[in-house]
């Protein structure tokens, strides 16, 4: 379904912002296969910058918003229920080669705060703050069937921060003020349990709340790669200076490449860098479920 729309696009690179409908809007467009003129075929995302939105009024709302420069107020938080292997590395790693001047949330020593919800509710957008420029959380997503304004991102001691508290946080706020990145390395954070159309997740509510960008998950990813294609995200995002999308998109190449390299101007994890050869990587599990939203 997807050969036919590349090929009424102009040729080069282009950025195609999917408005899906109904259940297509659980699909990743992005991993889609298409066919060569070779005979052999490659991934949606080898050949278009993918944006998924709920709507296009959310679509041009947000593209209205100025963004904050990524070093203005970066906020870490990492994994707060000490549950997600790696993801405590991923989150210092990102914090110390792309954001060192981030406040860090979660548990251990020498934190900012233990990421309870009020620790991350205080850093959203709201009617006096523009909230965190850049927000990444390493943790877990839930979604409520039957109350998409229930679903939550499981912080500290198990409690949750709602789709609803995260809206409500944000009441009164101009909606063409400006706005940060939100990166939820966390699973199902960019899906609904029904009502598609329009569909109200985390990633969303993130989005209606203030946000320019939201990078989110359809599914639950592996802990490995998922902390390594996060590590490339901020990798291309900052030491690259790329889009939102185009980052993500670089991110996912390199996991789909046979040889993945080790960036030599960042230090990533010794238990990233040792998985890079891993042929899982490369999976449809392990990278196609991210998507972008926003700008």
């Known amino acids: 379904m997807i050969d036919p729309l590349l090929k009424a696009v102009p040729a080069g690179l282009p950025q195609l912002v999917i408005v899906p409908t109904g259940p297509l809007s659980l699909v990743p467009w992005h991993a889609a296969r298409c066919a060569d003129d070779d005979g052999g075929w490659s991934y949606a995302c080898a050949r278009a910058v993918f944006t998924y ?75 006096t703050s523009a909230g965190a420029s850049v927000l990444h959380v390493a943790g877990h997503g839930n979604v409520e069937t039957g109350s998409p304004d229930r679903s939550y991102l499981e912080l500290a001691d198990g409690r949750p921060l709602t789709v609803s508290a995260i809206l409500r946080q944000a009441a009164g706020r101009d909606p063409a003020a400006a706005g940060g990145l939100v990166c939820l390395a966390a699973c199902r954070t960019d899906l609904a349990a029904e009502d598609y159309d329009e569909a109200l997740t985390l990633a969303t509510a993130f989005l209606a709340g203030g946000a320019v960008g939201v990078v989110g998950a359809r599914w639950e990813i592996p802990d490995l790669p998922s902390s390594a294609l996060m590590f490339m995200f901020h990798y291309f995002l900052v030491k690259r200076g790329l889009p939102e999308s185009e980052a993500l998109r670089q991110a996912q190449l390199w996991m789909l490449g046979p040889e993945r390299p080790i960036p030599a101007d960042a230090e990533m994890p010794e238990q990233i860098a040792a998985g890079a050869g891993f042929s899982a990587f490369a999976a449809l599990t392990s990278w196609a479920g991210i998507t972008h939203q926003g700008q």
């Open 53 to 127: 939105a709920a709507s296009g009024r959310q679509y041009a709302e947000v593209t209205q918003r100025p963004k904050l420069p990524p070093g203005q107020n970066p906020v870490i938080v990492a994994d707060p229920t000490s549950s997600l292997d790696g993801a405590e590395a991923e989150a210092r790693a990102i914090r110390a080669n792309f954001y060192p001047r981030a406040r860090y949330l979660g548990p251990g020593t020498g934190t900012d705060g233990r990421g309870e919800p009020a620790d991350v509710l205080a850093v959203l957008p709201s009617a």
